[in-house]
């Protein structure tokens, strides 16, 4: 939850930007291009906001669901390395759907960092 909380903080700040920002041209071409810019990240935001909204809204939902799979008996574990490979245990025993859909949530996830990794990059190799 931690890593939603600071994209959600680095993606409103970077938002908030975008809309503040402003040029000193007073040429029609660069004010246009600026402006086309400026609509172009806002769409961009958007959309980086609803795959935040949509992934975590699916992974609350899928961790609702898989609560009832899971061993009703507590352990305690010395070690990171025993309680990884019990979490693993837990979810090679969930059911196929369940496994499927959390492929799904773990895609969404990386795709909600990727995306804007790829824009930027995509933007710095064009210079804007």
Known sequence: MVIFAIYAIVLAFFWIKTLIST??????QEVNNFL????????????????????LFYL?????????????????????????NHAWQIMLNFPWWLQLLFFIALIFFIGMFALPLINCVKNKLKGI
């Open 60 to 84: 609350v939902s899928i961790s609702m669901i898989s609560a009832r799979f899971m061993p009703e008996e507590k352990k305690s574990f010395s070690s990171v390395g025993e309680q990884l």
């Open 36 to 55: 086309t810019l400026k609509h172009m990240k806002i769409r961009r935001y958007k959309l980086y906001g609803l795959l935040y909204i949509i992934t």
């Open 23 to 28: 040029t000193s041209s007073n040429n029609e």
